[in-house]
């Protein structure tokens, strides 16, 4: 007999970015600096959040590309435990290179300070929401999108991608239709 432990959310970040990795690179934003820019907004710091954190910031770690992170969770210690866990994105001595990485702790994504504060990053590329349920998750995605819609974002000025966890397969199966004029015609994936 053979054990295989598997960590569901482990296995939803690495094959996301294994089948779809490539958008990020796509999607990185030209400015007038040499290096494009992968701008990642994490929105909940737990389980899928904390392991897109992780994996985002060796992904992508590409010669020609820049990256930030910056994480909201509504955990006071969110960049604490963080810094715990992954000590190494987080050099702090003189000389040493340095991830971008900015954490807001202690932010309730229902206030107008939540709102502010993502409308000031305007190199946005990439958001990937993961609070907890369907409900909250869906509902933060729409607002995130109006938001990015009126948002004028720098370089090329192209909109961020909105991804977000879904746990209720129902819906991760209607999500994953596409539709015209009402009618479901081509099974495609999950769409943005």
């Known amino acids: 007999m053979q054990v295989t432990r598997i960590n569901p959310h482990q296995t939803l970040i690495y094959h996301n970015l294994d089948v779809h990795g490539v958008q990020l690179f796509r999607n990185a934003r030209k400015t007038k600096e040499a290096d494009k820019v992968i701008s990642a907004v994490i ?4 389980r899928y959040g904390f392991e897109m954190a992780k994996a985002l910031c060796w992904f992508c770690q590409i010669q020609g590309y820049k990256f930030k992170l910056t994480v909201f969770d509504s955990d006071e210690n969110a960049e604490k435990r963080f ?3 992954c000590p190494g994105l987080f050099k702090d001595n003189p000389g040493e290179e340095k ?7 202690n932010i309730d994504i229902k206030t107008d300070d939540f709102i502010k504060k993502i409308k000031t990053i305007t190199d946005a590329t990439y958001i990937f929401v993961s609070l907890g349920t369907d409900d909250i998750n869906l509902s933060t995605s729409v607002k995130l999108r109006s938001v990015c819609a009126a948002t004028e974002y720098a370089g090329d000025g192209h909109k961020p991608v909105i991804e977000t966890v879904i746990y209720d397969q129902n819906i991760t199966s209607l999500m994953s239709q596409k539709w015209e004029e009402g009618r479901i015609f081509e099974e495609t994936g999950l769409h943005n």
């Open 83 to 85: 810094r715990s866990d």
């Open 43 to 46: 929105v909940g710091f737990g």
């Open 99 to 105: 991830l971008d990485i900015t954490v807001h702790c």
